[in-house]
């Protein structure tokens, strides 16, 4: 606040496009395409505004009103019927992954049919986070929410990949003493019976959690910086979709002309070029 006071962080821009692009496109490095996006009654009229159905990426997605916030658990008892006795990947709308060979690694966490993959980051004030600790072999041995006297460095990431239990799980949870649904408790469900497998995205990987106006700020210039580095864009929605097969080039030159006056719309030209084709070839123009 005040920054939120009439739209929902997830939509509040993150250099050059909404923050929710940002998990969005782990999810469809991820490989998947069925999405609930989880939203206040005031921000779902505004998201469904934004993203549609999905269809400009091939997506299905479809929405769902958290009535209160009442912890991160409490998203798969509201997408229980969504989920349907499936594997279930459950994603914070406000954090950000980037790193070579995040896709590979993401996908394996999707195919798994049993246990659940966190993934986690080291930082500087695990205190902030849920923490894990490893044993030298690198098993998770303990998982402890926002701890006064950290056992690691090791911060859980709001990336979280679970077998058909998850839900199950969370519609047996109590309130935590902060009255909330707790997603650690989730996660120690899974350690308890010895299925709870930790990624460790370590050097060359960056995770933010754009939660604050200070760490939104970074998460921006962090993307400033590598997209105008290397010309490449992080979480372009279109250039992913049209990789994993989910839209043609087609779409993606009706997406650039649809923002023909930003760079957006300049890079998906881009994108459609370097695929070998271009508008004059489709004869598409303008609206």
């Given amino acids: 606040m005040p920054?939120?006071?009439?739209?929902?962080?997830?939509?509040?821009?993150?250099y050059d496009k909404p923050l929710i692009y940002y998990p969005l496109s782990v999810l469809m490095l991820a490989g998947i395409s069925e999405i609930l996006v989880i939203s206040n009654a005031n921000d779902i009229p505004l998201l469904q505004r934004l993203l549609g159905d999905g269809g400009d990426w091939g997506l299905d997605l479809r929405y769902a009103v958290q009535e209160r916030p009442e912890g991160l658990a409490q998203a798969l008892v509201i997408g229980r019927n969504f989920c349907d006795g499936a594997p279930v990947c459950l994603a914070l709308g406000d954090n950000l992954f980037y790193g070579q060979g995040l896709s590979l690694r993401v996908r394996a966490a999707a195919?798994?049919?049993?246990?659940?993959?966190v993934f986690a980051y080291p930082v500087n004030e695990p205190e902030h986070f849920g923490v894990v600790t490893l044993d030298r072999a690198g098993r998770p041995v303990a998982i402890v929410e926002k701890?006064?006297?950290?056992?690691?460095?090791?911060a859980v990431t709001g990336l979280y990949f679970y077998d058909s239990s998850a839900v199950e799980y969370a519609q047996e949870l109590q309130p935590s003493s902060r009255a909330e649904y707790e997603i650690t408790d989730i996660n120690k469900r899974y350690l308890e019976r010895g299925d709870l497998r930790v990624e460790v995205l370590g050097r060359g990987y960056a995770w933010l959690d754009a939660g604050t106006h200070e760490?939104?700020?970074?998460?921006?210039?962090?993307?400033?910086?590598?997209?105008?580095?290397?010309?490449y864009k992080i979480a372009c929605l279109e250039e992913i979709a049209l990789h994993q097969g989910w839209i043609?080039?087609?779409?993606?030159?009706?997406?650039?002309?649809?923002?023909?006056?930003?760079?957006?719309?300049?890079?998906?030209?881009?994108?459609?070029?370097?695929?070998?084709?271009?508008?004059?070839?489709?004869?598409?123009?303008?609206?």
Avoid: D
């Fill in 215 to 231: 760490s939104l700020l970074e998460a921006a210039q962090f993307v400033q910086t590598i997209e105008n580095r290397q010309g």
């Fill in 147 to 154: 701890p006064k006297r950290p056992a690691s460095n090791l």
């Fill in 248 to 287: 043609t080039i087609e779409t993606v030159l009706k997406r650039a002309h649809q923002y023909a006056k930003s760079g957006y719309g300049r890079y998906l030209e881009r994108v459609a070029t370097e695929w070998g084709v271009s508008s004059a070839s489709l004869n598409i123009t303008p609206q």
């Fill in 3 to 14: 920054a939120t006071s009439v739209v929902c962080k997830q939509l509040l821009p993150v």
């Fill in 111 to 117: 195919s798994l049919q049993s246990g659940a993959v």
